[in-house]
């Protein structure tokens, strides 16, 4: 690991460590990193709009305990990570959906997903972690794709969850779904956030798991240490500017993993199985129940099957 870099205690979990990692492109990352120094490294990549502290600390703890070094951060532009000032004209987001969804990319995005690859490249340079074993979450998913391809010599091992690669006539989110992530919550006070947000975890989420205390005191946690919709917003340009990642899946030759809940209504499990299809020689794990989230229930499987994976 960078000796220069300067860790404290994470504020939020007793077992993980806290820096900033400046990439050298303008860029600068909050990250966490547990576990011992020598065993080998998990690198975790979140979601649209999602602080690293979507990856729940039972998940990350699992890992460590089963000897890996679990690193994970805040994507540029969300919690605690640099924000990215844009100040370009207000794109019609309906017509670059329209496109999207037949592959195609668009333009006018301040950055796109392979500028976010390129964060995730740089991070594992400047910390010295590679290579590493890469487990990557919905729009984390399609970052790991890039990074896999592009620079396969940093990556041992891909893992993916919940994700996609955005090829084209793909069924599409359910409604309800998509604009509950993209959609704008009824105030922007704390406790207007906190609903919006409850709101977000049950829909999304996996029915019949999500708990509802718990999700109120995330909700909470989140908000209190970063609130940055126009972050979200350049994010999820950043899917639609990027286009389909078939090509790149094509490219990828690490052994990949690809896991799906059966309950997953934001991005339907035929995105998961498009993508094991695209990847030579991926597995793919359906989990009945399981929705857009990773829910207590289902870490200590999640935990295991991605574990596996990795040291097998």
């Not at 990549?45 to 805040?74: E, H, N």
């Not at 987001?93 to 195609?104: D, H, N, P």
């Not at 906190?194 to 005191?217: C, R, T, W």
Request: charge should be neutral.
């Amino acid at each position: 690991m960078n000796s220069a870099l300067q860790y404290g205690p994470s504020p939020y979990s007793a077992f993980m460590q806290e820096t900033k990692v400046d990439l050298g492109n303008g860029i600068e990352l909050h990250v966490e990193v547990g576990g011992l120094e020598h065993q080998p490294t998990l690198l975790l990549v979140m979601g649209l709009g999602a602080q690293m502290l979507y990856w729940p600390d039972f998940f990350c703890k699992s890992f460590i305990d089963r000897g890996f070094k679990v690193v994970r951060f805040d994507n540029r532009d969300i919690g605690l990570s640099s924000k990215v000032h844009n100040k370009g004209p207000r794109l019609n987001t309906l017509k670059m959906m329209s496109r999207f969804v037949l592959g195609l990319g668009n333009q006018g995005s301040p950055y796109t997903l392979y500028d976010m690859a390129d964060d995730v490249a740089l991070l594992i340079d400047k910390m010295n972690l590679g290579p590493v074993y890469v487990l990557g979450a919905s729009m984390g998913g399609m970052i790991s794709q890039i990074l896999t391809a592009r620079y396969p010599e940093k990556v041992k091992k891909l893992g993916l969850l919940f994700t996609s690669n955005n090829q084209p006539l793909l069924p599409p989110p359910f409604p309800k779904q998509l604009f509950s992530l993209i959609g704008k919550p009824a105030s922007t006070d704390e406790d207007g956030i906190v609903d919006h947000s409850l709101k977000l975890f049950n829909i999304i989420g996996s029915p019949g798991y999500v708990n509802q205390l718990e999700a109120m005191q995330t909700a909470r946690k989140l908000y209190k240490r970063s609130y940055y919709p126009a972050g979200v917003l350049q994010q999820f340009l950043a899917i639609l500017c990027t286009g389909s990642l078939l090509q790149l899946d094509k490219q990828i030759r690490q052994e990949t993993l690809v896991v799906h809940g059966s309950q997953d209504r934001l991005l339907p499990p035929g995105h998961g199985k498009a993508v094991a299809k695209a990847i030579s020689g991926a597995k793919f794990e359906l989990i009945d129940g399981m929705g857009h989230d990773i829910p207590p229930h289902f870490i200590p499987y999640l935990s295991e099957l991605f574990a596996d994976h990795f040291t097998s």
